[in-house]
């Protein structure tokens, strides 16, 4: 047996649904799988996106031998620029995989300098002291892949994204037989995906959306707009499917829709002919009856198209009355709140909107419990790792292994930045290592830290106040009266009586002296004193000129 310890380092998607980033480390080799990115709650303003933190791997950067991404959405393969502009390691993913990859760094002008290798399921290649067995999964896009790596200390098996369909769009299911495989050949460990842990029973093939959308399709009198992932390439496979059997054309909208559509047609990933595409601009010169329309937009994102038309702010088009609107996806646990948001006013506008519990428009492309019990069973591992989903899905991951016996402390349930570690094949809990968040916003990357995080909070909860002073040089004394504005904190009108108030204690605090505080005490009394008059915390800031 080997004698150093083997590292399996999460860095993301684990205590979250999103981001998710491994690292697998042993002696002087690490490798990567997956670099996601997470779209940001509610109450994170102003960001775009989130990615991991891995300045865990930045101080050990040159012992990357390699990144394997698994499949090619958003949560696996988003933050791919940012880690490849501090790590510059060879990049290793299927065919569509890799298209969808080329595009967003065909975007940063990074396509030139990267490593890509194309990988098929069912082969093996050889990456530092890992041997990687690549091996195929069905999910909601194709050409997904789950890992088989043999370690100096042992084989490890990730699920990556998976669900077990017999009737996938592409056709190809799971590869039951290598997982089989596997079993026979002592896993040390399963990560396995985790997102539907808490739901009984099986995920629903795939298939049970054409019947949906042929629902839909039949009943729907006007334009049909579908919004759904850019990454969701499936889904765009059964709506050409549901528009040719309905006698419409359809059209991309986003740049992001066009560009994975076009790639993945290109590659052979999706077989739309020519004749059912048409450009955003013809289709909507088209009856109504004959189009539909691929959108972006099922979080509720204010950017996306879907997001935009739902507040009258998109430029090409608006929803207007006889359009039917379907959310061909899933809510990610804490967008709830933005989605109804955005499907009320889609009503708002004259739409008809169909979603997930009215009709099956969406099915999951992850195991459900019943799976998930299966994989383990196939896979007969030593140890369990629950990966891909919130605490409370790691953890019915955790129970469901245990019901089918694997022993309680053969099983890990860590979030982002526990390390775990093997040595002579026995599971230890290790060091914590940085697993937080990384803010993207604009195109800074982890400017926004907590701190302005909570005065954008705070902004937006209670607005602020500016308050104006003008000082004498020489004494100090206040020249004129203080000035205040505010916004986003109190009507102004009604008002006066508080700020009068308020003028008067600055007058007060300014005659006690001392330049130097003036502005910081100013800031701090003037806070206290709007609290206990309104229960706000309105933010305050006070700046001053000087004249003799
Ligand atoms: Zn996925
Ligand atoms: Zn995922």
């Known amino acids: 047996m080997a004698s150093k310890k083997l590292k399996l380092i999460p860095l993301g998607g684990l205590g979250e649904v999103g981001k998710n980033m491994m690292a697998i480390e042993y002696g002087d080799n690490i490798l990567i799988i997956d670099t996601g990115i997470m779209f940001?709650?509610?109450?994170?303003?102003?960001?775009?996106?989130?990615?991991?933190?891995?300045?865990?791997?930045?101080?050990?950067?040159?012992?990357?031998?390699?990144?394997?991404?698994?499949?090619?959405?958003?949560?696996?393969?988003?933050?791919?620029?940012?880690?490849?502009?501090?790590?510059?390691?060879?990049?290793?993913?299927?065919?569509?995989?890799?298209?969808?990859?080329?595009?967003?760094?065909?975007?940063?002008?990074?396509?030139?300098?990267?490593?890509?290798?194309?990988?098929e399921a069912g082969e093996q290649v050889q990456i530092g002291p890992f041997g990687v067995e690549f091996f195929h999964v069905c999910h909601s896009i194709p050409d997904g892949v789950g890992l088989g790596i043999t370690t100096p200390a042992g084989l490890i098996v990730h699920s990556g994204d998976y669900k077990f369909d017999h009737t996938p769009v592409d056709g190809w299911p799971s590869d039951f037989g290598k997982l089989a495989e596997f079993g026979s050949r002592d896993v040390l460990a399963l990560l396995a995906d985790s997102t539907n842990a808490d739901e009984p029973g099986w995920t629903p093939s795939e298939a049970v959306i054409d019947p949906a959308f042929d629902d839909v399709f039949r009943l729907a009198k006007g334009r049909i707009l579908i919004g759904t992932f850019a990454s969701l390439i499936s889904r765009m496979q059964q709506v050409a499917n549901a528009a040719a059997r309905h006698g419409r054309v359809m059209a991309f909208v986003g740049t992001s829709m066009i560009e994975n559509a076009k790639m993945a047609r290109?590659?052979?990933?999706?077989?739309?002919?020519?004749?059912?595409?048409?450009?955003i601009d013809k289709a909507l010169k088209m009856k109504a009856s004959k189009v539909v329309l691929m959108c972006t937009g099922t979080q509720g994102e204010p950017s996306s198209i879907l997001g935009r038309l739902s507040?009258?702010?998109?430029?090409?088009?608006?929803?207007?009355?006889?359009?039917?609107?379907?959310?061909?996806?899933?809510?990610?646990?804490g967008n709830e709140e933005m989605i109804h948001r955005t499907i009320n006013r889609l009503f708002q506008n004259g739409a008809d909107v169909i979603y997930d519990p009215i009709a099956p428009v969406h099915i999951s492309g992850h195991a459900k419990q019943e799976e998930m019990k299966l994989l383990i069973q196939l896979v007969q591992p030593s140890y369990v790792i629950p990966i891909h989903g919130e605490l409370r899905h790691l953890k019915q991951h955790a129970a469901l292994a245990r019901d089918i016996g694997i022993p309680h402390e053969n099983i890990a349930v860590v979030e982002n930045g526990t390390v775990i570690e093997f040595k002579n094949g026995k599971m230890e809990i290790g060091d914590r290592v940085p697993g937080g968040y990384v803010f993207v916003d604009g195109s800074g990357v982890g400017d926004v830290g907590p701190s302005v995080m909570r005065e954008r909070e705070a902004l937006a909860r209670d607005g602020f106040v500016i308050v104006h002073l003008s000082l004498d040089d020489s004494s100090g004394t206040l020249r004129g009266e203080p000035e205040i504005v505010s916004k986003g904190f109190v009507f102004v009108r009604d008002a006066e009586e508080l700020f009068e108030h308020a003028r008067m204690r600055v007058r007060e605090i300014v005659a006690r002296g001392n330049e130097t505080e003036v502005k910081a005490r100013v800031e701090r009394e003037l806070a206290k004193f709007f609290y206990s008059e309104t229960k706000r915390r309105p933010m305050v800031f006070v700046f001053t000129s000087n004249g003799g």
Request: net charge neutral; glycine share 8%; proline share 6%.
């Open 311 to 333: 507040t009258g702010s998109n430029r090409q088009f608006d929803i207007r009355s006889g359009d039917t609107v379907v959310l061909s996806s899933h809510p990610i646990p």
């Open 40 to 119: 940001p709650e509610n109450d994170m303003l102003g960001v775009d996106y989130i990615i991991p933190d891995f300045s865990y791997i930045l101080k050990k950067k040159d012992k990357v031998r390699g990144i394997v991404v698994t499949h090619g959405h958003e949560d696996h393969t988003g933050a791919i620029r940012h880690v490849l502009a501090e790590i510059q390691a060879p990049i290793f993913a299927t065919r569509l995989t890799r298209g969808l990859l080329e595009v967003k760094l065909r975007r940063g002008n990074m396509l030139k300098e990267t490593k890509l290798n194309t990988i």
């Open 266 to 279: 290109k590659l052979g990933y999706l077989e739309i002919p020519d004749e059912l595409i048409v450009p």
